[in-house]
Structures are given as C-alpha cells and as structure tokens.
C-alpha cells in the first residue's frame, strides 16, 4: 500500500507540472499563416530592438555575497526580434555584452524547443504596431508548471530606430499567480531603441515552434503534455 501511495504522489506531481500552451486564436493562425512583407518598410530589421536606460550598474563576479565589479553599460536590455514574414520573438533578459547574447542565440536556432523563447505575430496599422505572442509563467492560479499564454502588446513606430510605449494591453492573460514574472512590469510602457545586430545570420524564425500551428495537426493535438 505504500509503495501505491507513493507511486500515486509522484502521479500527481507529474500531472500538476506538465506544460501547457495555450490554443492559437483565430486571428493569431491567420497572422501566422500570412507570410507577406510585414514590416512595410517602417521597421529597420537588420537588428534588433530594446529598452535603454540612463543607469544599470549591475554587479558581477559576486563573492561573499558581494559584487567584485560593476557593469554600467550593457549590451542589449529585453531584446524585441521582428522579421519581415510577420513573426517576431521577445527575450526577457539583459545581456551584458555581445558574446552572451550570440551564444544564446546559437542555442536558439532550432526554435522547436517550446521553452526557448517567447514567439508571436505582429502587424502594423499606419503607425501603431500589434504584436501578439506566447509568454512563459511558471505558477497560474496556483498550478505548478510551465503555461505559454497568449498576450497582447502595442506599441507606437515613431520611426525605424524608435518604436514608443511598448506595453501589454488587454485582454490581459488569464494569470493570477506567475512566480517568474511580474505582468505589471509588462503593462509598464517602454521605449524601445534599434540596435544593429547580425540577427539574421543568429536565428532562423522558420524554425520557431509557433509554426507547428501552421499545419492542421499542429491545431488539433493536445497542447498539454
């Protein structure tokens, strides 16, 4: 009986931890599927783009719990990648300098890993630019896991370096508790800055795993694994 009750827990356990993504909406398969020139020549795609702020001073190499030196200028700050077939991807995290940030993006080429980045769609309606994409939480409403939920983000092309106030807009995602993400940080609008970067030659956006959806069986097999 004991070894029943504790197969029984580790059942659970798996159960309450497995992925989950959730299902594309219709407008997002047809963004998806349409693969024309996107960007209308108002987007520079030969880089990348993100936030720039006046101070970082990040400690590194820490010992005793205490930095050894500084960083006050980094390299890229939550990197916005678009691409001219509609897609786009968001990586939430600060790179100091450019050899961190082109290792992680050698790790990334083949996208079909769900848990690599946050993939999505774009358009652009005159000036305003829409994006909608999968962004990772590990708890919601109190269940342990990976979800990949849908959000909505907005923002306004200024011109092809500038794109203003860049935040999450409703609907909001169905989360009420994200242990590694703080949703009131991303309805906080940001301007993002472009950066030339070799993003082409770093990361193939026909291998992220957003285009399973695509295909019919991609739509149809069960999303929870």
Same mark, same amino acid.
């Given at each position: 009986?004991?070894?029943?009750?504790?197969?029984?827990? =580790?059942?659970?356990?798996?159960? !309450? %931890?497995?992925?989950? &993504?959730?299902?594309?909406?219709?407008?997002?398969?047809?963004?998806?599927?349409?693969?024309?020139?996107?960007?209308?020549?108002?987007?520079?795609?030969?880089?990348?783009?993100?936030? =720039?702020?006046? !101070?970082?001073?990040?400690?590194?190499?820490?010992?005793?719990?205490?930095?050894?030196?500084?960083?006050?200028?980094?390299?890229?700050?939550?990197? &916005?990648?678009?691409?001219?077939?509609?897609?786009? /991807?968001?990586?939430?995290?600060?790179? =100091?300098? !450019? /050899?961190?940030?082109?290792?992680?993006?050698?790790?990334?080429?083949?996208?079909?890993? @769900?848990?690599?980045?946050?993939?999505?769609?774009?358009?652009?309606?005159?000036?305003?630019?829409?994006?909608?994409?999968? %962004?990772?939480?590990?708890? @919601?409403?109190?269940?342990?896991?990976?979800?990949?939920?849908? %959000?909505?983000?907005?923002?306004?092309?200024?011109?092809r370096d500038t794109i203003y106030q860049w935040k999450l807009v409703p609907p909001y995602p169905d989360v009420i508790e994200a242990a590694n993400r703080d949703v009131d940080v991303l309805k906080t609008a940001r301007d993002l800055y472009f950066k030339s970067v070799p993003i082409k030659?770093?990361?193939?956006? +026909?291998? /992220?795993?957003?285009? +399973?959806?695509?295909? +019919?069986?991609?739509? !149809?097999?069960?999303?929870?694994?």
């Amino acid at each position: 009986m004991k070894t029943i009750g504790y197969n029984l827990i =580790i059942f659970l356990i798996v159960i !309450s %931890c497995r992925s989950y &993504v959730e299902q594309p909406s219709q407008k997002f398969s047809a963004l998806l599927k349409n693969t024309e020139s996107r960007s209308k020549g108002k987007l520079n795609l030969e880089g990348v783009y993100h936030q =720039i702020k006046s !101070s970082y001073h990040l400690g590194l190499d820490y010992k005793d719990g205490k930095p050894t030196r500084y960083v006050d200028k980094v390299y890229l700050d939550y990197p &916005v990648f678009f691409f001219d077939n509609g897609l786009m /991807a968001y990586n939430e995290h600060i790179y =100091i300098d !450019s /050899a961190g940030f082109n290792r992680d993006m050698s790790y990334a080429r083949s996208q079909q890993d @769900v848990y690599t980045n946050d993939w999505g769609v774009y358009e652009i309606k005159e000036d305003t630019i829409k994006a909608t994409l999968y %962004c990772s939480f590990s708890y @919601v409403k109190g269940i342990y896991g990976t979800r990949r939920l849908l %959000c909505n983000f907005e923002g306004i092309i200024h011109n092809r370096d500038t794109i203003y106030q860049w935040k999450l807009v409703p609907p909001y995602p169905d989360v009420i508790e994200a242990a590694n993400r703080d949703v009131d940080v991303l309805k906080t609008a940001r301007d993002l800055y472009f950066k030339s970067v070799p993003i082409k030659q770093l990361i193939n956006p +026909e291998m /992220a795993w957003i285009n +399973e959806f695509k295909n +019919e069986s991609g739509q !149809s097999r069960k999303r929870e694994k």
